[in-house]
């Protein structure tokens, strides 16, 4: 048996027998509180706006979460596919701040400042990467580049790694080397052994590169002797073994099943969604609840002028009023949604609002869809807040007003409760 929530019990509202004609007549005015303007803003929305309070239609809520995923990823991956490298910096650095590390997004050599970069792979081994790091430790302008993470390594796995990598080098964590991840830059510079030494002009531009070689000082070197462009192979290197991070979020995006996703969010929305569970009615009563609050303390503006003072009683009824029946019921029995149908159709020159405590997990947008179409209008779901603020004990439920009170008329449908409806209050 599914667990039951019980409705906090009101000391204002009334329960009495069912009047078959008469008006039912309001009870004593609740207690004061001390939370006055937050009482009386609740208590003109709730009469005035019940569905708002009740919050908003679960097809459009949902509908509008799902676009804005939409959009936003969307977004992200056509950013990814005109290569932009603005989601895959953000990743990289979220990764290094894990781990202590300096960012690993893609620098801009321009204001970094980077006039050395030393093309790097996890393939050069422990020992091999140490003197790298150590190189670069002793050179604030040299950055070292990796293409991406080896072929089933995640990018948190690979941060980790680098992480012991630099930390052994450098243990306090002082000077620590730069390191950024550019698969861009390993395409342009068409670069697939390691390591690779290349020394930038303040435009970014390559003037000298030479494989095998992690020595700066050597570059520069060669450079002043007016040896510039490829100088080839030096010392002893190695493959590089890292796939392109850029072109994997490109295929990924170029693969991202929009509709597949779109379908899945919708499931888990109804999976998700907080429902209430009330019991069936089972006898015909009436409830009047009198929404009369009582002022604690005067309320004073800051130049003085009086908005209420203490003792006055406020009952939004007289001034707001209140324009709609609400019918809170199941809508995953058929024999309260066929009332709610009927009762819409008997009521066409009404505002009518629907409010469901339940729905079909299952079925999920193809059933409440099905609910909505066979009552002709919206349906929205019941929240703790609309539950609290009418007292809504069982289901089916109908809210009305009179002149000073809300009126909750319990239907018994599965006792014939449903063929003889007397609504004492009409919307006003």
């Known amino acids: 048996m599914p667990h039951r929530r019980r409705p906090r019990q009101c000391p204002s509202c009334a329960v009495t027998a069912r009047a078959d004609d008469a008006p039912p007549a309001p009870v ?11 009482i009386l803003k609740r208590s003109a929305e709730a009469v005035d706006h019940p569905a708002d309070v009740a919050g908003g239609g679960w097809q459009e809520h949902a509908d509008a979460l799902v676009k804005q995923q939409v959009e936003q990823n969307g977004a992200a991956f056509k950013d990814i596919q005109k290569g932009g490298s603005d989601v895959l910096r953000k990743a990289l650095n979220d990764a290094a701040k894990e781990y202590n590390l300096p960012s690993l997004g893609v620098k801009d050599d321009k204001k970094a400042a980077v006039h050395y970069r030393v093309y790097a792979s996890q393939s050069m081994g422990d020992e091999g990467l140490r003197q790298v790091v ?3 430790s002793q050179h604030p302008d040299m950055v070292i580049a990796f293409r991406g993470t080896k072929p089933g390594q995640t990018l948190r796995e690979m941060s980790e790694f680098l992480s012991k990598v630099l930390h052994a080098v450098s ?5 620590l080397a730069a390191i950024e991840v550019n698969p861009p830059a390993f395409t342009i510079g068409q670069v697939a052994e390691v390591p690779t030494l290349e020394t930038l002009d303040k435009d970014g531009n390559r003037i000298a590169v030479v494989r095998g070689v992690t020595d700066p000082d050597w570059l520069d070197r060669q450079v002043k002797a007016d040896k510039k462009g490829d100088l080839g192979k030096r010392g002893e290197v190695f493959p590089v073994v890292e796939e ?14 929009y509709h597949a996703w779109a379908d899945k969010a919708g499931k888990s ?5 907080l429902l209430i569970d009330i019991p069936n009615a089972t006898t015909a009563r009436q409830r009047t609840i009198d929404p009369t609050i009582e002022v604690k303390e005067d309320i004073v503006m800051p130049d003085g002028q009086f908005i209420a003072h203490k003792g006055e009683r406020y009952n939004p009824l007289t001034t707001v009023g209140f324009h709609q029946i609400v019918v809170v019921f199941n809508s995953t029995d ?8 009927k009762f819409v159709a008997a009521h066409a020159d009404k505002k009518v609002t629907l409010i469901t405590t339940q729905v079909d997990r299952e079925q999920g947008w193809d059933g409440f869809t099905a609910t909505q179409a066979k009552i002709g209008r919206a349906v929205y779901l019941l929240n ?13 439920s109908l809210v009305t007003a009179t002149d000073v009170a809300f009126v909750v008329t319990e239907v018994p449908v599965h006792q014939g409760g449903a063929g003889n409806v007397a609504v004492n209050a009409a919307a006003r």
């Open 28 to 38: 004593a005015a609740p207690t004061s509180d001390s939370s006055v303007d937050a």
């Open 134 to 136: 150590t190189m670069a």
């Open 171 to 175: 243990p306090e964590g002082q000077n």
């Open 244 to 257: 392109d991070m850029l072109a994997k979020l490109q295929q990924a995006a170029k693969d991202f099943n």
């Open 269 to 273: 929305y109804w999976q998700k969604a």
């Open 334 to 341: 058929p024999a309260q949604v066929e009332f709610a149908a």
């Open 384 to 396: 703790d807040l609309f539950q609290q603020t009418y007292h809504i004990e069982h289901v089916p």
